[in-house]
């Protein structure tokens, strides 16, 4: 027999603006689509602060983990795409007071841009 | 006992252009590795539309899925790098008809370069 | 009851430069955080050439999951994020002798920039 797949849906979080889906559960991992900084209302939040686009994005991740019956400290991996290096030290500081003790695996990837002019995406995969 | 990972590898498809195997399945998981839009007969599709390369690419890791057993619609993360995001909706209309009624988590990242002048590289993690 | 998720820490491998542990064990995989070419003793490769840097990037990589009581040829996937194409054919040949006869699955990624100069950054996910 074949192992389930379970899809998630958080509320209060902005829909896909894609064809994906938030997360999907498979395997005893919850794996999250990139997150950009957009909030439940759908309001972009590219001409806000850096800090602000990575606090939203990580609230979606976390509403999302939390809505899989997961918990942001059980994140294991995430992957966060922004665009340039410059940010890079306001990124660690607003991320290590959003996970406050844990610190899951993480690669920080620069990229050329991103959709909509926002500065910051962030995946995840969460142990269920 | 150590958990057993298996070698995947489909017929019809190109074989890996460098050090790496199409796909390895291990606990409980189908690791796809990146996928350019070349055909089976090793013809890249630079030359073709961005489409018609999206189209590849994914056929290229639909092939690679089914050949470990697993299938399209038991993909549980899609991570698609190209160039530029000017073709993003192009992108998702070619992605969403691929894929039908299944939704895959994914994040769709831009990156500077791809091999020989390819569009877009699509990696996939499936449920076996 | 939850399944447990284990920290990884690796001696003689550089302590992380930000708010992520080196490794976490989940759900029977190893999760390695991205790996820059960095020594134990802290001193980044930067100003060496590209093949010390993969190989740097690489033992560091080896030396993780040795620790989480894996192995490099349990290595299921490999991300590597490389600063422009003109090294590809170098980092297969490096990357190629490093892993021997064992073929993870893989998505060889350029980014604009990585952190301090760097060229490559590898990151891992293991079978346990």
């Known amino acids: 027999m074949k192992s389930e797949m379970t899809v998630i849906s958080a509320k209060d979080t902005p829909s896909p ?3 994906y889906v938030q997360a999907l559960e498979g395997a005893g991992l ?3 689509s990139g997150q ?9 939040l590219r001409q806000q602060d850096f800090a602000a686009q990575v ?5 979606n991740v976390f509403a999302i983990v939390r ?7 059980r994140i294991l991996k995430v992957t ?3 665009v340039g290096l410059d940010h890079a030290a306001q990124f660690n500081s607003v991320y290590a007071e959003a996970f406050g003790t844990h610190r899951p695996t993480r690669s920080l990837v620069t990229v050329p841009q991103l959709p909509n002019g926002h500065l910051v995406e962030i995946e995840a995969i969460a142990l269920k």
Do not use: H, K, N, Y
Request: proline content about 10%; glycine content about 14%; overall charge negative.
């Open 36 to 44: 950009l900084p957009i909030r439940s209302d759908e309001a972009g």
């Open 17 to 19: 603006t894609g064809p």
């Open 67 to 73: 809505a899989g019956g997961s918990a942001p400290d």
């Open 55 to 59: 606090q939203q994005a990580l609230a």
């Open 80 to 82: 966060a795409f922004i």
């Open 30 to 32: 919850i794996f999250v």
